[in-house]
């Protein structure tokens, strides 16, 4: 987009001002330049406008707006992108959605929730953990991320190894298309009739539309976890003791498995396959019985797995989750 004239600069911060309200519009470059970039610093573009809109209403007539005036758009969450998904690399609007932080309902019969896009990952945990639910998808990031984020980049972390990623937890979403009209993709209800457009949504990276309300899947916590960690002399050694914990889980019926850092957060490679030293951290989740069964096992897999001699380093449980 060719730079605005100042008069016209003018015209659309008054009508942006119109529809978000004056404490809502930054124009100055500096407060600009906080905007100018995700996670990924290395690439950078700055926006004329950051707005802050806080209803489905706002964010349909800014992008209606943006239409009528030909100003390219972008959403933004947290902005803890590695991608520059959320770069306004023409110019013009960034939407930032962190004004729209609200848990509208809870229903914990049907285990879900509906929130606004804007709400931290973490603080729906934080939300209903006290009557014993959590939500699953979990990126390292999720102190910070967004869930209308995570709907974009189909956001996975350690849980989904067993529970699957976003989109696996995502039943319905408000969404306003590019050209600013509302609409209703899937709802509340599991496995609904008809093309899965929220499953086509989830992972579109912003560029099917902007969500603006989220229904989510809640999950019953599990009745125990515990933490494990083995050191391994080889990351394949590591690795393997990980798929022989998920392997034996499944044969349990699901009693407790290893989830997670047991090769990505785990093994911290250096140097070619095989080189270096491996850790299996291994947050086992289920019964009581079978996370005791599991971390007997992992301790076993560790000191005399496959034939290599036992190991110096102790398996070592976390004192407390
Ligand atoms: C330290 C760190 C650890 C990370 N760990 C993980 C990890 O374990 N797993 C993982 O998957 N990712 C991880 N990430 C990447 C990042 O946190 C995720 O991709 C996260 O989902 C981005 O959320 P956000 O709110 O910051 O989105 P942003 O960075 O603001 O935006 C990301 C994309 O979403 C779009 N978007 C934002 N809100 C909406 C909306 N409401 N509707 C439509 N589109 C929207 C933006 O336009 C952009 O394309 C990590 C990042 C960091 C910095």
Not at 96 to 120: F, H, W
Not at 184 to 206: A, I, M, N, Q
Request: charged fraction near 20%; include cysteine.
């Amino acid at each position: 987009m060719p730079p605005l004239t100042e008069s016209r600069q003018q015209s659309l911060r008054r009508a942006l001002e119109g529809i978000v309200g004056k404490a809502a519009v930054l124009t100055d470059p500096q407060e600009l330049m906080v905007y100018e970039s995700d996670g990924l610093t290395l690439f950078r573009a700055l926006a004329d406008f950051v707005v802050f809109p806080t209803s489905t209403e706002q964010v349909s007539a800014l992008v209606r707006l943006a239409n009528a005036e030909g100003v390219p758009f972008v959403a933004r969450g947290a902005g803890t992108g590695l991608s520059g998904g959320c770069l306004p690399t023409e110019g013009g609007l960034v939407i930032a959605l962190s004004r729209m932080t609200r848990i509208l309902e809870v229903d914990y019969d049907n285990q879900l929730a509906v929130v606004e896009p804007g709400l931290v990952n973490l603080h729906l945990s934080w939300a209903v953990g006290p009557r014993g639910y959590y939500y699953a998808p979990d990126p390292s990031s999720q102190q910070a991320c967004t869930i209308g984020g995570n709907i974009a980049n189909n956001s996975g972390g350690p849980h989904t190894l067993k529970y699957g990623v976003t989109t696996n937890h995502v039943l319905g979403l408000e969404v306003v298309l590019p050209d600013g009209e509302v609409v209703w993709l899937g709802g509340k209800t599991r496995d609904p009739l008809g093309y899965d457009l929220t499953g086509v949504f989830v992972g579109s990276e912003g560029t099917f539309g902007i969500a603006t309300k989220i229904v989510v899947r809640l999950l019953k916590k599990p009745q125990a976890v515990k933490t494990v960690l083995a050191a391994f002399d080889e990351i394949d050694r590591a690795s393997e003791a990980v798929s022989a914990i998920i392997a034996r889980g499944g044969r349990d019926g699901g009693a407790g498995r290893a989830r997670g850092g047991g090769v990505p957060r785990g093994g911290r490679a250096r140097g070619a396959r095989g080189e270096g030293r491996g850790r299996a951290a291994a947050p086992l989740e289920g019964a009581q019985i079978g996370v005791r069964g599991l971390r007997a096992r992992l301790a076993r897999l560790h000191g005399h797995g496959r034939g290599h001699p036992a190991h110096a380093t102790p398996v070592r449980t976390a004192s407390r989750e």
